[in-house]
Protein backbone atom coordinates (compact mmCIF):
# COMPACT_ATOMS: atom_id res chain seq x y z
CA UNK A 1 0.00 0.00 0.00
CA UNK A 2 1.43 3.45 -0.78
CA UNK A 3 2.21 5.92 2.09
CA UNK A 4 -0.43 8.24 3.79
CA UNK A 5 1.47 11.35 2.33
CA UNK A 6 1.40 9.37 -1.14
CA UNK A 7 -2.54 9.63 -1.22
CA UNK A 8 -2.09 13.35 -1.24
CA UNK A 9 -0.06 13.91 -4.33
CA UNK A 10 -1.24 13.75 -7.84
CA UNK A 11 -0.60 10.27 -9.21
CA UNK A 12 0.73 12.14 -12.56
CA UNK A 13 3.71 13.77 -10.83
CA UNK A 14 6.97 13.19 -11.90
CA UNK A 15 8.94 9.90 -11.33
CA UNK A 16 10.89 9.62 -7.73
CA UNK A 17 13.28 7.52 -9.01
CA UNK A 18 16.27 5.66 -7.35
CA UNK A 19 19.09 2.76 -7.22
CA UNK A 20 16.44 0.85 -5.11
CA UNK A 21 15.26 -0.69 -7.96
CA UNK A 22 18.32 -3.10 -8.72
CA UNK A 23 17.42 -5.36 -6.07
CA UNK A 24 13.33 -5.83 -7.08
CA UNK A 25 15.71 -6.34 -10.40
CA UNK A 26 17.64 -8.98 -8.87
CA UNK A 27 15.07 -10.62 -7.05
CA UNK A 28 13.49 -11.18 -10.21
CA UNK A 29 16.54 -12.67 -11.67
CA UNK A 30 17.08 -14.84 -9.13
CA UNK A 31 13.45 -16.38 -9.21
CA UNK A 32 13.85 -16.29 -13.38
CA UNK A 33 16.94 -18.22 -12.92
CA UNK A 34 15.56 -21.90 -11.30
CA UNK A 35 13.33 -21.99 -15.18
CA UNK A 36 15.73 -19.79 -17.25
CA UNK A 37 15.94 -23.10 -19.91
CA UNK A 38 12.38 -23.67 -20.42
CA UNK A 39 11.64 -19.79 -20.76
CA UNK A 40 14.29 -19.51 -23.68
CA UNK A 41 13.21 -22.24 -25.29
CA UNK A 42 9.53 -21.36 -25.11
CA UNK A 43 10.59 -17.69 -26.12
CA UNK A 44 12.63 -18.55 -29.30
CA UNK A 45 11.01 -21.42 -30.60
CA UNK A 46 7.77 -19.80 -31.86
CA UNK A 47 9.79 -16.77 -33.73
CA UNK A 48 12.33 -19.47 -35.28
CA UNK A 49 9.27 -21.66 -36.46
CA UNK A 50 7.71 -17.99 -38.12
CA UNK A 51 11.60 -17.75 -40.00
CA UNK A 52 11.60 -20.85 -41.15
CA UNK A 53 7.99 -21.84 -42.27
CA UNK A 54 8.10 -17.95 -43.72
CA UNK A 55 11.48 -17.08 -44.49
CA UNK A 56 12.27 -20.50 -46.52
CA UNK A 57 9.26 -21.66 -47.54
CA UNK A 58 7.31 -18.78 -48.80
CA UNK A 59 10.04 -17.26 -49.33
CA UNK A 60 10.92 -19.86 -52.64
CA UNK A 61 7.33 -18.98 -53.72
CA UNK A 62 7.71 -15.09 -53.73
CA UNK A 63 11.61 -14.75 -54.43
CA UNK A 64 13.86 -12.15 -53.41
CA UNK A 65 12.13 -8.51 -52.14
CA UNK A 66 12.63 -5.23 -54.04
CA UNK A 67 13.11 -2.15 -51.94
CA UNK A 68 12.15 1.20 -52.08
CA UNK A 69 15.29 1.95 -52.49
CA UNK A 70 16.09 -0.40 -55.59
CA UNK A 71 17.77 -3.00 -54.06
CA UNK A 72 16.91 -7.20 -54.12
CA UNK A 73 17.11 -8.78 -50.64
CA UNK A 74 16.82 -12.44 -49.92
CA UNK A 75 12.91 -12.72 -48.43
CA UNK A 76 15.09 -15.14 -45.61
CA UNK A 77 16.94 -11.48 -44.50
CA UNK A 78 14.43 -9.70 -44.97
CA UNK A 79 12.19 -11.84 -42.61
CA UNK A 80 14.65 -12.13 -40.01
CA UNK A 81 15.27 -8.45 -39.46
CA UNK A 82 11.43 -7.64 -39.17
CA UNK A 83 11.25 -10.95 -36.76
CA UNK A 84 13.79 -9.98 -34.37
CA UNK A 85 11.86 -6.98 -33.58
CA UNK A 86 8.92 -8.70 -33.43
CA UNK A 87 10.06 -11.28 -30.62
CA UNK A 88 11.69 -8.67 -28.76
CA UNK A 89 7.81 -6.73 -28.96
CA UNK A 90 6.44 -9.94 -27.63
CA UNK A 91 8.61 -11.13 -25.15
CA UNK A 92 8.94 -7.84 -23.59
CA UNK A 93 5.18 -7.70 -23.75
CA UNK A 94 4.44 -10.89 -22.44
CA UNK A 95 6.91 -10.33 -19.52
CA UNK A 96 5.38 -6.88 -18.48
CA UNK A 97 1.64 -7.73 -18.68
CA UNK A 98 1.43 -11.85 -17.35
CA UNK A 99 4.54 -12.31 -15.09
CA UNK A 100 4.43 -8.36 -13.62
CA UNK A 101 0.63 -8.99 -13.20
CA UNK A 102 1.22 -12.05 -11.08
CA UNK A 103 3.75 -10.08 -9.36
CA UNK A 104 0.98 -7.13 -8.42
CA UNK A 105 -1.94 -8.49 -8.06
CA UNK A 106 -2.12 -12.38 -7.93
CA UNK A 107 1.32 -13.10 -5.71
CA UNK A 108 0.87 -9.73 -4.16
CA UNK A 109 4.99 -9.43 -4.14
CA UNK A 110 4.59 -5.58 -5.05
CA UNK A 111 3.03 -5.08 -1.96
CA UNK A 112 5.43 -6.99 0.16
CA UNK A 113 8.33 -5.27 -1.42
CA UNK A 114 6.73 -1.89 -0.55
CA UNK A 115 6.87 -2.54 2.83
CA UNK A 116 10.97 -2.52 2.48
CA UNK A 117 12.01 0.77 1.92
CA UNK A 118 10.84 0.93 -1.58
CA UNK A 119 8.52 3.14 -3.33
CA UNK A 120 6.23 1.97 -6.10
CA UNK A 121 8.05 4.51 -8.54
CA UNK A 122 10.89 2.02 -8.29
CA UNK A 123 9.24 -1.31 -8.61
CA UNK A 124 7.60 0.24 -11.60
CA UNK A 125 10.99 0.94 -13.20
CA UNK A 126 12.71 -2.42 -11.72
CA UNK A 127 9.50 -4.44 -13.65
CA UNK A 128 9.90 -2.54 -16.92
CA UNK A 129 14.14 -2.80 -17.48
CA UNK A 130 13.40 -6.41 -16.00
CA UNK A 131 10.97 -7.15 -19.07
CA UNK A 132 13.34 -5.48 -21.28
CA UNK A 133 16.09 -7.45 -20.13
CA UNK A 134 14.02 -10.91 -20.98
CA UNK A 135 13.18 -9.63 -24.03
CA UNK A 136 17.58 -8.79 -24.86
CA UNK A 137 17.73 -12.57 -23.66
CA UNK A 138 15.47 -13.65 -26.17
CA UNK A 139 16.81 -12.12 -29.22
CA UNK A 140 19.56 -12.84 -28.26
CA UNK A 141 19.35 -16.23 -28.77
CA UNK A 142 17.63 -15.68 -31.60
CA UNK A 143 20.38 -14.09 -33.46
CA UNK A 144 22.76 -16.33 -32.41
CA UNK A 145 20.53 -18.83 -34.36
CA UNK A 146 20.69 -16.72 -37.16
CA UNK A 147 24.43 -16.54 -37.39
CA UNK A 148 24.47 -20.16 -36.96
CA UNK A 149 22.12 -20.39 -39.89
CA UNK A 150 24.28 -17.93 -42.36
CA UNK A 151 21.49 -15.14 -42.61
CA UNK A 152 23.69 -12.34 -42.04
CA UNK A 153 27.58 -11.64 -40.90
CA UNK A 154 27.39 -8.21 -40.98
CA UNK A 155 29.32 -6.68 -38.34
CA UNK A 156 26.92 -3.78 -37.72
CA UNK A 157 24.46 -6.36 -35.82
CA UNK A 158 26.65 -5.87 -33.00
CA UNK A 159 24.65 -1.91 -33.16
CA UNK A 160 21.53 -3.46 -33.42
CA UNK A 161 21.80 -5.45 -29.95
CA UNK A 162 21.59 -1.73 -28.13
CA UNK A 163 18.48 -0.69 -29.99
CA UNK A 164 16.77 -3.82 -29.72
CA UNK A 165 17.00 -3.14 -25.74
CA UNK A 166 15.49 -0.26 -26.63
CA UNK A 167 12.65 -2.13 -28.69
CA UNK A 168 12.14 -3.79 -25.54
CA UNK A 169 12.12 -1.08 -23.48
CA UNK A 170 9.58 0.54 -25.53
CA UNK A 171 7.24 -2.36 -25.49
CA UNK A 172 7.49 -2.86 -22.01
CA UNK A 173 6.43 0.71 -20.79
CA UNK A 174 3.45 0.33 -23.28
CA UNK A 175 2.36 -3.16 -21.87
CA UNK A 176 2.93 -1.45 -17.74
CA UNK A 177 0.10 0.52 -18.98
CA UNK A 178 -2.53 -2.47 -19.70
CA UNK A 179 -1.10 -4.01 -16.42
CA UNK A 180 -2.07 -1.12 -14.02
CA UNK A 181 -5.81 -1.30 -16.33
CA UNK A 182 -6.08 -5.35 -15.88
CA UNK A 183 -8.65 -6.95 -13.53
CA UNK A 184 -7.64 -10.27 -14.99
CA UNK A 185 -5.82 -12.29 -17.51
CA UNK A 186 -7.91 -12.60 -19.76
CA UNK A 187 -7.81 -8.38 -20.72
CA UNK A 188 -4.13 -8.99 -22.23
CA UNK A 189 -6.28 -10.68 -24.90
CA UNK A 190 -7.33 -7.38 -26.39
CA UNK A 191 -4.08 -6.32 -26.06
CA UNK A 192 -2.18 -8.85 -28.04
CA UNK A 193 -5.33 -9.57 -30.60
CA UNK A 194 -6.02 -5.48 -31.20
CA UNK A 195 -2.94 -3.77 -31.47
CA UNK A 196 0.17 -6.02 -30.96
CA UNK A 197 -1.12 -8.85 -33.88
CA UNK A 198 -2.51 -5.70 -36.52
CA UNK A 199 0.67 -3.58 -35.32
CA UNK A 200 2.89 -6.79 -36.60
CA UNK A 201 0.98 -6.55 -39.86
CA UNK A 202 1.49 -3.13 -40.38
CA UNK A 203 5.15 -2.53 -39.72
CA UNK A 204 6.98 -3.97 -42.72
CA UNK A 205 7.46 -7.57 -41.16
CA UNK A 206 6.60 -9.56 -43.56
CA UNK A 207 6.21 -7.18 -46.48
CA UNK A 208 7.54 -3.51 -47.10
CA UNK A 209 5.82 -0.65 -46.29
CA UNK A 210 4.98 0.67 -49.75
CA UNK A 211 2.78 -2.22 -50.63
CA UNK A 212 0.47 -0.65 -48.17
CA UNK A 213 -1.85 2.01 -49.43
CA UNK A 214 -1.27 5.03 -48.91
CA UNK A 215 -3.27 6.18 -46.03
CA UNK A 216 -2.14 3.09 -43.90
CA UNK A 217 1.13 3.65 -45.18
CA UNK A 218 0.98 6.70 -43.41
CA UNK A 219 -0.50 5.88 -39.86
CA UNK A 220 1.92 2.30 -40.13
CA UNK A 221 5.21 5.22 -40.51
CA UNK A 222 4.16 6.02 -36.86
CA UNK A 223 3.62 2.95 -35.30
CA UNK A 224 6.60 1.57 -32.85
CA UNK A 225 7.18 -1.34 -34.32
CA UNK A 226 7.84 0.14 -38.17
CA UNK A 227 10.07 2.79 -36.70
CA UNK A 228 12.00 -0.25 -34.57
CA UNK A 229 12.61 -2.23 -37.75
CA UNK A 230 13.45 0.88 -39.70
CA UNK A 231 16.24 1.16 -37.37
CA UNK A 232 17.59 -2.81 -37.69
CA UNK A 233 16.23 -4.26 -40.46
CA UNK A 234 19.18 -2.18 -42.56
CA UNK A 235 22.22 -3.82 -40.04
CA UNK A 236 21.05 -6.64 -41.62
CA UNK A 237 22.43 -5.83 -44.81
CA UNK A 238 25.16 -4.17 -43.49
CA UNK A 239 24.35 -0.74 -44.04
CA UNK A 240 23.37 2.01 -42.00
CA UNK A 241 20.26 3.16 -41.34
CA UNK A 242 18.86 6.58 -43.62
CA UNK A 243 17.20 9.27 -41.58
CA UNK A 244 17.54 7.53 -38.08
CA UNK A 245 17.04 10.09 -35.96
CA UNK A 246 13.56 10.43 -36.63
CA UNK A 247 12.43 6.40 -35.83
CA UNK A 248 14.50 6.72 -32.97
CA UNK A 249 13.04 9.86 -31.38
CA UNK A 250 9.39 8.24 -32.11
CA UNK A 251 10.37 5.45 -30.43
CA UNK A 252 12.02 7.07 -27.30
CA UNK A 253 8.55 9.24 -27.15
CA UNK A 254 6.87 6.00 -27.09
CA UNK A 255 8.59 4.90 -24.35
CA UNK A 256 8.83 7.87 -22.05
CA UNK A 257 4.90 9.14 -22.55
CA UNK A 258 4.15 5.02 -21.92
CA UNK A 259 6.38 5.06 -18.55
CA UNK A 260 4.65 8.25 -17.30
CA UNK A 261 1.31 7.22 -18.34
CA UNK A 262 1.82 3.63 -16.89
CA UNK A 263 3.10 4.87 -13.48
CA UNK A 264 0.33 7.53 -13.25
CA UNK A 265 -2.17 4.54 -13.43
CA UNK A 266 -0.30 2.03 -11.60
CA UNK A 267 -0.10 4.70 -8.33
CA UNK A 268 -4.07 5.43 -8.74
CA UNK A 269 -4.50 1.62 -8.43
CA UNK A 270 -2.48 1.47 -5.07
CA UNK A 271 -4.31 4.09 -3.45
CA UNK A 272 -7.73 2.28 -4.26
Same mark, same amino acid.
Given at each position: M??N????????????? &?????????? #?L?????? @?M?? /????? @??????????????????????LS??? %????? /??????S?C????????????????S??????????I? #???? @? =????V /????????F???F?????????????????????? $??P? *?LG??? !????? @?L??N??? #??????????? /???T???FL?????? =?? %? *??? +????????L? =??N??????P????????????? +????? +????? &???? $???? !???????
Amino acid at each position: MLLNSDTDRSPWRAPSL &SLRFWPVFLR #NLLVWRKL @AMPS /LVGNI @AEPLMWLVAFGYGMGALVGPMHLSSGE %QVPYI /LFLASGSICMSAMQSASFEALYSAFSRMHMQKTWDGIM #NAPV @A =LDDIV /LAEMLWAAFKSLFTVTAILCVMLALGISYSPKLLV $AWPI *LLGVGI !TFSCI @ALIFNALA #NGYDFFTYYFT /LFLTPMTFLSGVFFP =LD %Q *LPA +AVAAVAAWLP =LSNAVALVRPLFMDQWPQDWLRP +ALVLL +AYASL &SFWL $ALGL !TRKRFRR
